[in-house]
């Protein structure tokens, strides 16, 4: 029983942290949109202005906008043109919009800039309320064995606003036994050098659970695992159409429902939202 309201309370407490920073000003669901700009009097969902790459792939934006647009950079009213910067050394690195938003600047290679808009009341205006979970189930606390794969093996990966699918290299197979039965589950990188992700989806996907899946994460270089599906956790596409996050492979479609975890973004009354 000790057991049991341990790991009750430990997942109360992370759950409880996974909404705070959902809402938060850098939450998946004050995320409004994201575009890279890489043409002259781009317009960008959210953000006033007409929005222009630096010349010579200076790190950074130019901004066109007149006074009433209400755009401000380094605590200074845009009318005119400004540049925000990818880096606060080099100048203002965060422009302040109307209604609470914010604008900063997002680069895979430094040579494109995306303008991302976020706001806090995004979440509301969208009903968010929660993230509806399962009850915690102890049996979903599973021992895995984790083979490295080192033949070149892929997985054809769609995102969530690009469904044409990539291939993604997968740097484990993770095997686990539910009921008698061996299930194989891709591991590909995660977001930290030391750990894998593991996105998957089920019988409850579209159903009970998010359409896109879910996610849980293991050390990487482990030769097993415990799994701990009782934290598997929505992807941020589900708080905001915003994201375009990596969605699960075929290959990682479980032919089991999984009723542990998250579940749905829901409004104030338990409905899914997205």
Same mark, same amino acid.
């Given at each position: 029983?000790?057991?049991?309201?341990?790991?009750?309370?430990?997942?109360?407490?992370?759950? +409880?942290?996974?909404?705070?920073?959902?809402?938060?000003?850098? &939450?998946?669901?004050?995320?409004?949109?994201?575009?890279?700009?890489?043409?002259? &009097?781009?317009?960008?969902?959210?953000?006033?202005?007409?929005?222009?790459?630096?010349?010579?792939?200076?790190?950074?934006?130019?901004?066109?906008?007149?006074?009433?647009?209400?755009?401000?950079?380094?605590?200074?009213?845009?009318?005119?043109?400004? =540049?925000?910067?990818?880096?606060?050394?080099?100048?203002?690195?965060?422009?302040?919009?109307?209604?609470?938003?914010?604008?900063?600047?997002?680069?895979? *290679?430094?040579?494109?800039?995306?303008?991302?808009?976020?706001?806090?009341?995004?979440? $509301?205006?969208?009903?968010?309320?929660?993230?509806?979970?399962?009850? $915690?189930? &102890?049996?979903?606390?599973? +021992?895995?064995?984790?083979?490295? $794969? *080192?033949?070149?093996?892929?997985?054809?990966?769609?995102?969530?606003?690009?469904?044409?699918?990539?291939?993604?290299?997968?740097?484990?197979?993770?095997?686990?036994?539910? +009921?008698?039965?061996?299930?194989?589950?891709?591991?590909?990188?995660?977001?930290?050098?030391?750990?894998?992700? =593991?996105?998957?989806?089920?019988?409850?996907?579209?159903?009970?659970?998010?359409?896109?899946?879910?996610? $849980?994460?293991?050390?990487?270089?482990?030769?097993?695992?415990?799994?701990?599906?009782?934290?598997?956790?929505?992807?941020?596409?589900?708080?905001?159409?915003?994201?375009?996050?990596?969605?699960?492979?075929? +290959?990682?479609?479980?032919?089991?429902? =999984?009723?542990?975890?998250?579940?749905?973004?829901?409004?104030?009354? &338990?409905?899914?939202?997205?």
């Amino acid at each position: 029983m000790t057991a049991v309201l341990t790991e009750q309370q430990t997942v109360a407490r992370i759950r +409880e942290a996974r909404y705070i920073a959902a809402t938060g000003p850098r &939450g998946a669901a004050s995320f409004v949109w994201g575009d890279f700009v890489t043409e002259p &009097g781009t317009t960008v969902h959210g953000a006033p202005g007409r929005w222009a790459p630096l010349p010579e792939g200076r790190p950074g934006l130019q901004v066109e906008a007149r006074a009433e647009e209400g755009i401000h950079l380094g605590g200074r009213l845009v009318d005119g043109t400004a =540049v925000l910067h990818a880096h606060e050394a080099d100048g203002p690195a965060v422009a302040r919009f109307p209604g609470g938003a914010e604008g900063v600047l997002f680069s895979y *290679d430094r040579s494109q800039f995306a303008l991302q808009v976020w706001n806090p009341e995004a979440a $509301v205006e969208r009903g968010f309320a929660g993230i509806a979970a399962y009850d $915690v189930d &102890g049996s979903w606390i599973v +021992e895995a064995v984790v083979t490295p $794969v *080192d033949d070149g093996r892929t997985v054809m990966i769609p995102h969530h606003r690009d469904p044409r699918p990539i291939p993604v290299p997968v740097i484990a197979d993770v095997a686990f036994e539910r +009921e008698g039965v061996v299930h194989h589950l891709a591991a590909t990188q995660g977001p930290d050098a030391g750990e894998l992700s =593991v996105h998957f989806t089920d019988v409850t996907s579209g159903g009970e659970s998010s359409g896109s899946g879910r996610t $849980v994460r293991i050390p990487a270089g482990a030769a097993t695992a415990v799994i701990d599906f009782n934290l598997a956790g929505l992807l941020p596409c589900s708080f905001s159409p915003a994201w375009n996050c990596p969605l699960p492979p075929a +290959e990682n479609r479980l032919p089991i429902p =999984v009723r542990a975890g998250e579940r749905q973004v829901v409004d104030a009354r &338990g409905n899914p939202i997205g």
